[in-house]
């Protein structure tokens, strides 16, 4: 309990000192909003474009961090610690891991003795999400440069899988990636996929629970956080059937 209390603790600081505490609602959060907005029209129009689709992303590297929000993130931590099994010898792999926000907390702080790889498909992302390694001084993560449904590891090596802040309909990878979370995923009693999903919509959640359990999953846990003027995000924890 004492151990469970610090580390929640630890994530509070950790998330004020990475983040601080913006405002949801401001000029410039409406500003960045209608960025976003126009950045997922033209992911729609290029679904099958991925220098497209790099291009937008690699714009958002620049201003991503100021449109975060520390309680979605301290949201999808509870749920993680709660449900995840992290074990700190944990092999861990994130899809998707964009700055790296929580992958670097969970690899210092919950898998010190494991290995945590962090996949995204934009370089600048990572050398973002390397800045936060470099500056937490994390010993046991490392960034490759790779499609989601394309990941460069061998099969049955993780014991956990993590895709954070994965949006639909938009994600034109989705299937791919899940294919690639059950085949590099181990089948032991305590491997779990770990996915947090943005959607806009009731169909989007039955969606996203179908396709996780058509791609070989059991789901053991979900749940759903509304962020204020913007979107669903149903966080999930499946193990491998």
Not at 12 to 18: A, F, G, I, M, N
Not at 174 to 199: H, Q
Not at 210 to 229: A, C, D, L, N, Y
Request: aromatic residues 8%; charged residues 25%.
């Amino acid at each position: 309990m004492k151990q469970t209390k610090r580390m929640r603790g630890n994530f509070r600081t950790y998330l004020q000192k990475s983040l601080g505490n913006p405002q949801l609602v401001s000029p410039e959060s409406f500003s960045l909003a209608q960025l976003i907005m126009e950045g997922e029209e033209r992911i729609k129009k290029a679904r099958e474009s991925q220098k497209e689709r790099a291009a937008v992303w690699k714009e958002r590297a620049a201003y991503w961090e100021k449109i975060l929000v520390p309680q979605l993130f301290a949201k999808q931590f509870e749920f993680i610690h709660n449900y995840g099994r992290i074990q700190e010898s944990d092999n861990i792999t994130s899809i998707g891991s964009d700055l790296g926000v929580l992958e670097n907390f969970i690899a210092k702080e919950m898998s010190p003795k494991g290995r945590f790889t962090c996949i995204d498909f934009v370089h600048e992302m990572n050398m973002k999400a390397r800045q936060r390694k470099e500056h937490l001084q994390v010993k046991n993560i490392s960034f490759v440069t790779a499609e989601a449904d394309k990941i460069p590891l061998k099969s049955a090596t993780q014991e956990k899988v993590i895709c954070i802040g994965t949006v639909l309909p938009v994600f034109p990878e989705w299937d791919g990636m899940l294919n690639e979370a059950r085949r590099i995923i181990k089948n032991g009693p305590n491997s779990r996929l770990i996915l947090t999903v943005n959607v806009s919509g009731e169909k989007f959640i039955d969606d996203a629970l179908s396709s996780i359990r058509r791609h070989g999953f059991v789901i053991e846990k979900s749940e759903i956080f509304s962020v204020p003027m913007a979107f669903a995000n149903i966080m999930i924890v499946a193990r491998p059937k």
